[in-house]
Structures are given as C-alpha cells and as structure tokens.
C-alpha cells in the first residue's frame, strides 16, 4: 500500500525481463524509508514509446502523491528508457527527482541490434539499440536536470567470447562507458560482475 511518507524509487527493468529482476536487490533496500514503485514495459516497442508512458506515469505519481523526493534506478536497456522519460518531463515535473542510478546500461548500443535491425522481422527496438541510431544520438541532446545527480554502476565482468571486445558477458564494457554518461555522471563505479549478476551482489546492494 502506498505510504505518503516514504521517498518512491522506481525501478525500470532491461530487455526481455519485468520486474522481478528487482526482486532480491529490492528486499535489501530500507523499506521503511523507501516506496518501491514497479515499471513493466514490452521490450520490442520503440524506446521512445516506453519511455514516453514512463514519463506519464511519473507525472501522474506526482500529482497524485505529490512526493518531495523521486528517485529512478534503471538497469540495462531500461536505462535508456529512464533517461529519455526524464528528458520528456517538464521542469515543473521534474524539479522533484533526485537520485536517477543506472546500472549496466549500453549508452552506446548493442552491435548485434545493428544486423538483428537487418532481418525480415520488424522489430522497432532493434533499431534503436543498434549503434549511431537517431534514438542513442538524442539520449545526450539535452543533459538531464542540473539538480539530478546521476550514478553510473558498470559491469565489467563475464566477458564472453562472442563479442570482440569486452564485455560483461551481455553488453560491451565501451558502450557502458559511453563519454556523455561519463561526463554527467556525478559518481562512477566498476563493478567486477556480468550483466546479470550486479543486481544482487552485496558491492551493488551496499552503494544503492
């Protein structure tokens, strides 16, 4: 149930998974102080279109609850979402995020989105995680609220063959360490874990 006193932290899932990726990871946050708030979204849609409705969906929390404070932790492909939902946002809706972390999250794209965009199946998303596309470039069009503090946790370990260069075992080490984010970022940190297993380890636990 919602509890006017607590502070929300939405939490934005990656590609191909829900919510439930959250599920040990948010059991160790303080829940006394802290309302979790769940943001489901289909993976094969345009990103804009997620993002778009996550927007919505903060703007309509604040109007209806009117938080002081709004904090946005996203993981993978959601923290391509996020940050565009928080670009959409108008100063007024805005003015009352906070603390907007990202975890793993391939601000450059994927290559393999680039030749999956190739094949007969349309699948809108590819297209936006493949390298250079229209959607990447205008993540850092516009930087996020000056009073927003971002944080970037990067997974490093895992590496996987299948890719040229590292990696975390899912996404290229370069993508998450795209100059922009690093750029906005207020803290940077490299975690040695794969794709997948940043989200429960006690390092990520303890910096959340």
């Given at each position: 149930?919602?509890?006017?006193?607590?502070?929300?932290?939405?939490?934005?899932?990656?590609?191909?998974?829900?919510?439930?990726?959250?599920?040990?990871?948010?059991?160790?946050?303080?829940?006394?102080?802290?309302?979790?708030?769940?943001?489901?979204?289909?993976?094969?849609?345009?990103?804009?279109n997620?993002?778009?409705?996550?927007?919505?969906?903060?703007?309509?929390?604040?109007?209806?609850?009117?938080?002081?404070?709004?904090?946005?932790?996203?993981?993978?492909?959601?923290?391509?979402?996020?940050?565009?939902?928080?670009?959409?946002?108008?100063?007024?809706?805005?003015?009352?995020?906070?603390?907007?972390?990202?975890?793993s999250?391939?601000?450059?794209?994927?290559?393999?989105?680039?030749?999956?965009?190739?094949?007969?199946?349309?699948?809108?998303?590819?297209?936006?995680?493949?390298?250079?596309?229209?959607?990447?470039?205008?993540?850092?069009?516009?930087?996020?609220?000056?009073?927003?503090?971002?944080?970037?946790?990067?997974?490093?370990?895992?590496?996987?063959?299948?890719?040229?260069?590292?990696?975390?075992?899912?996404?290229?080490?370069?993508?998450e360490?795209?100059?922009?984010?690093?750029?906005?970022?207020?803290?940077?940190?490299?975690?040695?874990?794969?794709?997948?297993?940043?989200?429960?380890?006690?390092?990520?636990?303890?910096?959340?």
């Open positions: 149930p919602w509890d006017e006193n607590k502070e929300p932290i939405i939490l934005v899932h990656g590609i191909n998974s829900s919510p439930r990726v959250w599920q040990e990871l948010a059991a160790k946050l303080d829940l006394q102080r802290y309302q979790l708030v769940l943001y489901h979204f289909p993976s094969g849609l345009p990103l804009n997620s993002a778009y409705m996550l927007s919505v969906g903060i703007r309509d929390l604040q109007l209806r609850h009117a938080p002081q404070r709004i904090h946005v932790f996203a993981h993978s492909m959601g923290g391509l979402v996020a940050r565009r939902a928080v670009q959409l946002l108008s100063a007024d809706d805005g003015q009352k995020l906070c603390l907007f972390i990202t975890l999250t391939p601000w450059d794209g994927h290559p393999s989105a680039a030749s999956g965009a190739d094949v007969p199946l349309d699948i809108p998303v590819w297209r936006d995680m493949a390298p250079g596309s229209s959607y990447l470039q205008s993540l850092f069009a516009t930087p996020l609220p000056a009073h927003m503090r971002q944080w970037l946790l990067v997974s490093y370990g895992g590496n996987t063959r299948m890719l040229a260069e590292p990696n975390d075992g899912v996404v290229p080490l370069a993508s360490l795209r100059a922009a984010a690093q750029d906005e970022a207020e803290r940077l940190y490299l975690l040695d874990e794969t794709h997948t297993s940043i989200l429960n380890k006690p390092r990520s636990t303890a910096l959340l």
